[in-house]
């Protein structure tokens, strides 16, 4: 008897091969067969006539490091047709992590992905420092697949201490990373992660970025061993740059055969030659046989901010990203402060913050201002005879920080030019960042988008193509063993949507988060049913209580 037969779907297996009518069967875990009117019963039936059969997705940009140690359904990624994450991403994880250094470590995890302190104080204890001990905490109430990097700069502390945010290593102490970094591969790391551009909460370098081409090397050496990824975060904001850090990776990935990966490539009208000239570069480094895999997420950028907390949205004006870090009291009385304001809305350059905050829209927090969600922040500000920045301000005070502004399609803006970049087959789709900037904007519907803007809308990826981005090519590329493809003996991760509805939904606020935190968050559509090893995880709107998760096993 199988554990569950899907009927009558259209499969679509993750190869790339054209879709088929059939059923699949599902029994301890894996997948029992594929095939026209399979026989035999089953504990339960899954009705997917006028819908697709698919392997489950998998998201290889997450931060879902600290989310699943209470919540080991990463929502809301199992409901957009997510069976794997690969957190640990930007050279940041929760082991190898001595009691000493956590503090600095959240530190970077609340300034780089805007994780609030609640998320590391009400929601778990710690209780390892090495990786073979966050990967137990980890397994303990998994409901979805979990492929773990290793970030470089906890490696770094680990080793050298404070002295990490401060100095290039030691030939000795490349080496002791390196035997730590062997630790953590052998205990299921996917990878190690490293970043070339972010800061923590007192805006210094983190550990990373004080690493010579010497300790990459190193470290390189000893994913060589495993065949294991690196993954870096390259100074995006600069394309001559960005090429550089590819042909690094490029020179890394040929000496020790290893795959590569970067990301964020943006397609942005403020920018417009630096993706693809990222991508010729790509392609050059891949005809000499390198591995250096570009990641595109598939959808703009929404960012939601409010003054109640810092936000991605200012990184561009220190002055405004130190008041903000300030605590609430002395928050408002520089907010209230007459010199300081001047120079905040003066650092919005010489308009008063016409051209940077001018088409944000005001959304209100737990309360809306009487006429102003929905609103341009331009035309409240010319009503109210205020430059821009300063009637952000001023509206925000008025209701005590809890009015919120969005920022919409902020980069990756132009459909018809992303469209066919998406459909490169070098091109791998990843930095959903989920479980990160929880209260700046919605991480997920990277899925959704996939198939409703690039699949049905503008065509440039078949529905198979699409599929097989997020599901064997992940997989082959980071390695992942028996998954992203449906075929017998394989991991039973399967998701049925609706290819005519599958998009995603409107973003709106939740408070699911330790102690009551907001976060943004966007529901699915079209999404039927998520299989995870075997057992439904989700269906019909709802979340099962499935625990059949685990870290991912590996090639």
Same mark, same amino acid.
């Given at each position: ?22 059923? &699949? ?29 698919? *392997? ?8 879902? +490091? ?24 930007? @050279? ?6 001595? $009691? ?12 780089? =992905? ?6 590391? /104080?009400? $929601? ?7 990786? $073979?001990?966050? %990967? ?16 470089? @700069? ?30 953590? !591969? ?7 992660? /490293? ?92 005809? %000499?046989?390198? %591995?250096?895999? *570009?990641?595109?997420?598939? %959808? ?20 405004? &990203? ?6 609430? =009291? ?5 907010? /209230?402060?007459?010199?300081? &304001?001047?120079?905040?809305?003066? +650092? ?37 005879? =205020? ?13 005590? !920080? ?10 990756? +803006? ?6 066919? #970049? ?17 209260? @700046? ?58 290819? $005519? ?5 409107? =973003?709106? *606020?939740?408070?699911? #988060? ?33 625990? @059949? ?7």
């Amino acid at each position: 008897m199988y554990d569950i037969l899907i009927k009558g779907g259209l499969v679509v297996d993750g190869t790339g091969a054209p879709g088929f009518l059939a059923d &699949v069967a599902l029994k301890d875990g894996r997948i029992a067969g594929v095939g026209a009117s399979l026989a035999g019963d089953a504990r339960k039936v899954v009705d997917a006539s006028g819908r697709v059969v698919a *392997p489950g997705f998998i998201d290889p940009h997450t931060h879902f +490091d600290v989310q699943l140690l209470w919540d080991g359904a990463a929502r809301p990624a199992l409901e957009h047709g997510i069976t794997a994450v690969v957190p640990g991403n930007c @050279s940041l994880s929760l082991a190898p992590l001595r $009691a000493a250094d956590r503090r600095a470590v959240v530190g970077m995890f609340q300034q780089i =992905e805007e994780m609030p302190p609640q998320a590391f /104080t009400e $929601a778990f204890e710690w209780t390892w420092e090495d990786f $073979a001990g966050y %990967r137990a905490a980890l397994e303990k109430n998994l409901s979805i697949n979990v492929a773990p990097l290793v970030g470089h @700069s906890v490696i770094r502390l680990w080793v050298m201490g404070p002295e990490a945010q401060e100095r290039a290593a030691s030939a000795a102490e490349i080496t002791a990373m390196g035997d730590v970094l062997r630790q953590c !591969l052998e205990a299921g790391a996917v990878g190690l992660s /490293t970043s070339f551009v972010d800061v923590d909460e007192n805006g210094r370098p983190v550990p990373s970025r004080f690493a010579t081409f010497e300790e990459l090397d190193g470290l390189s050496a000893v994913l060589g061993e495993f065949g294991r990824m690196l993954q870096i975060v390259p100074e995006f904001y600069d394309v001559d740059l960005t090429i550089a850090r590819i042909d690094q990776l490029a020179e890394l990935s040929l000496k020790h055969g290893i795959p590569t990966t970067f990301s964020p490539v943006f397609d942005s009208t403020l920018t417009p030659e630096n993706a693809p000239r990222s991508l010729a570069r790509v392609e050059e480094q891949f005809a %000499r046989g390198a %591995r250096v895999w *570009p990641q595109m997420q598939t %959808r703009p950028i929404d960012i939601s901010f409010s003054l109640l907390r810092p936000s991605l949205f200012f990184a561009r004006y220190p002055r405004w &990203v130190r008041v903000l870090r300030l605590p609430l =009291e002395q928050r408002i009385a520089a907010l /209230t402060d007459p010199d300081t &304001v001047a120079k905040m809305v003066a +650092d919005t350059g010489p308009d008063g913050g016409l051209k940077a905050m001018g088409d944000l829209i005001a959304r209100g927090g737990d309360r809306a201002p009487e006429g102003m969600a929905g609103r341009l922040l331009t035309d409240i500000a010319a009503d109210r005879g =205020e430059p821009v920045a300063l009637a952000l301000i001023n509206l925000s005070l008025e209701n005590g !920080l809890d009015v919120a502004f969005l920022a919409a399609n902020r980069g990756h +803006d132009v459909t018809d030019r992303i469209g066919p #970049m998406l459909a490169n087959p070098l091109v791998h789709i990843g930095a959903s960042d989920g479980g990160a900037h929880l209260a @700046s904007f919605a991480t997920y519907g990277d899925t959704g988008y996939l198939f409703s803007e690039y699949v049905r809308k503008s065509g440039s990826l078949s529905l198979e193509a699409a599929v097989k981005k997020i599901t064997s090519d992940t997989a082959e590329i980071w390695g992942l063993k028996d998954r992203g493809t449906l075929k017998e003996g394989w991991a039973g991760d399967v998701v049925v949507f609706d290819a $005519a509805t599958i998009g995603r939904g409107e =973003e709106r *606020p939740a408070f699911d #988060m330790p102690g009551g935190g907001m976060r943004y968050v966007r529901d699915a559509i079209g999404v039927h049913t998520v299989v995870v090893n075997g057992e439904v995880a989700w269906a019909d709107g709802g979340y099962t209580d499935s625990a @059949s998760g685990t870290v991912c096993a590996l090639n």
